[in-house]
């Protein structure tokens, strides 16, 4: 019993503290521009995140793979941080598609900050399961619904941008896809002022 307690309040302080940090970046992140919001993004690899998020959206497609290939395809615990690190930056990022999608961008980003939620949780689950033990039988099932969730996170970004801004999706989906090499930026023929470029 001593022990669940005490992974419970690490549980909560864990989760409070996210919620914390959720809230500084997304007061930071309104303020700067789109193109510095979109490089902010850490880069993970998207076909490992993708390989594991099936086992978790189609399990029929293949075998569940042990802890250590699932953490050795998204990048170990670093990949973690970074898919953590993302999920704000994702969330403010749909923010700036209510400038063409008012309805579409509030539905989507809903949608979307249930799957960070279960991103968070489940990324403390397997800390937890990993540094203390408790739950260590479930720290594989956690990873995989981490990445599940960051998946379709990015998968729901994109199709909002295609949905509304061809030119920025197509340089989105390069960002988000990435692994170290990124497109050069274009804005095009119209031209955008700084103060339309952060709202928009």
């Known amino acids: 019993m001593i022990i669940l307690g005490v992974v419970l309040v690490l549980g909560v302080i864990f989760l409070s503290i996210g919620f914390v ?3 500084i970046s997304a007061v930071r992140y309104s303020s700067i521009a789109w193109k510095e919001l979109v490089e902010s993004l850490h880069d993970v690899d998207m076909k490992g995140i993708e390989s594991v998020a099936e086992e978790y959206l189609q399990p029929e ?3 569940p793979r042990s802890e250590g290939e699932q953490l050795r395809l998204i990048g170990g615990t670093e990949g973690l941080a970074r898919i953590r690190h993302n999920v704000d930056v994702i969330i403010a ?3 700036r598609a209510r400038a063409w999608d008012p309805e579409g961008a509030i539905q989507t980003a809903e949608l979307m900050r249930r799957d960070a939620n279960k991103v968070k949780s489940a990324i403390v689950g397997q800390g937890i399961g990993r540094t203390l033990g408790y739950g260590k039988h479930r720290v594989g099932s956690y990873i995989t619904e981490a990445t599940a969730a960051y998946y379709l996170m990015v998968k729901r970004l994109v199709a909002l ?3 509304g801004h061809s030119v920025r999706s197509e340089y989105l989906k390069q960002v988000v896809s990435s692994k170290g090499g990124r497109l050069e930026w274009k804005a095009g023929s119209r031209k955008v002022e700084p103060e339309q470029e952060r709202s928009a």
Request: proline share 0%.
């Open 21 to 23: 940090i959720t809230q």
């Open 61 to 63: 497609a293949q075998q």
């Open 93 to 95: 990022i749909a923010a």
């Open 161 to 163: 941008y295609e949905r």
